[in-house]
């Protein structure tokens, strides 16, 4: 994948510094500073930013699922006046992530168009991998997290004493359930699917569909029985799983080559879905065209670059969850 080595931008073929023996391994995040209330040092003492209406910003992709997993949070959590957003063009190109115009970083780092130019700032000598989503402190000019499911958590707790919003995607009571569900689905989904579309051989193509397909049958048994993974309340692990499954028949079922099935088959699955996606502010958060360009618009996967009309999808269509005992988002007391 186009990168940075020692400061400079280095171009190369999407996804190249991540397969090794013909499967793809995700290259972890580097930069994991946490908000919190009071920007008082965490329980292991290290130490942390405070939480401040207009000071951070994230920068994000409407292809990317781990960016809309911040976008669904910050939404869901009231942070549309407190946290501002920059979202980066859908294709990913030699010069990697980019946006339309120039997007204010703050005095510290200036206006910037090169997604990597916040790496650097950050950084001068950063090498690796140049991802979304970023949040930025806008005051320091640096990247405080640039890892998706920290993120969520940030944004989770850590602003409720400006906007006054309690609800809880991370419950006390659920946390060992969702932990358990977001490993599985992150290894075998949402991971799952770039393991099949990326992968250099036919066994770690093979080992990484079926892995994928087991889950998602697995899911559709869940989702017969429960409103949510949880249970009957909406939690992180929805939304994390509702990142993919909203790409899937779009793009995973099709660039990806993960067409054993697609989610419209699934008939929990799907309605689990279109509830998810009519979900008060959720729907602004996708942007189909964006995803479908993205993917099919990358010559490792598709060397015509030709963008597919379909699939014919109707996601406001009814969905009869209700028929299911739920008691939506958590609230904190």
């Not at 358990?180 to 569909?209: K, L």
């Not at 397909?213 to 409103?227: I, K, Q, Y």
Request: glycine share 8%; with cysteine; hydrophobic share 40%.
């Amino acid at each position: 994948m186009p990168g940075l080595v020692n400061g400079e931008w280095v171009k190369g073929p999407i996804a190249e510094s991540e397969t090794k023996n013909g499967a793809f391994h995700r290259e972890p995040t580097r930069f994991r500073t946490w908000i919190t209330p009071d920007g008082a040092p965490d329980a292991e003492g290290k130490p942390t930013l405070p939480a401040e209406a207009g000071r951070y910003r994230l920068f994000v992709s409407y292809l990317c699922p781990w960016a809309s997993r911040t976008l669904i949070v910050r939404v869901l959590k009231g942070l549309e006046d407190v946290i501002g957003v920059s979202v980066a063009e859908p294709v990913i190109g030699e010069d990697g992530w980019v946006y339309a115009e120039e997007q204010d970083a703050g005095s510290a780092a200036g206006r910037i168009r090169q997604h990597h130019r916040l790496y650097t700032a950050t950084d001068p000598t950063y090498t690796g991998k140049v991802s979304v989503p970023v949040l930025w402190d806008m005051r320091e000019g640096r990247i405080v997290n640039n890892e998706s499911a920290d993120i969520i958590r940030i944004l989770n707790t850590a602003f409720d004493g400006v906007t006054g919003n309690t609800l809880d995607l991370y419950p006390e009571p659920l946390r060992a359930e969702i932990d358990a569900w977001n490993e599985r689905i992150y290894a075998t989904v949402n991971n799952g699917v770039y393991r099949a579309g990326f992968a250099r051989s036919q066994a770690a193509y093979d080992a990484a569909v079926t892995t994928l397909f087991e889950t998602l049958d697995a899911l559709e048994e869940r989702l017969g029985a429960s409103r949510y993974l949880a249970g009957e309340h909406l939690t992180e692990a929805d939304w994390r799983l509702f990142v993919t499954l909203v790409r899937f028949d779009p793009a995973y079922h099709g660039a990806f080559k993960c067409n054993v099935r697609r989610i419209a088959d699934y008939p929990n699955l799907s309605d689990y879905l279109r509830e998810l996606y009519q979900w008060p502010g959720i729907r602004a958060t996708v942007n189909i065209e964006h995803i479908k360009r993205g993917y099919y618009v990358n010559p490792a996967i598709n060397p015509t670059l030709i963008v597919p009309k379909g699939p014919a999808q109707d996601l406001d269509a009814p969905h009869g969850r209700d028929r299911l005992p739920g008691k939506g988002i958590w609230r904190r007391a």
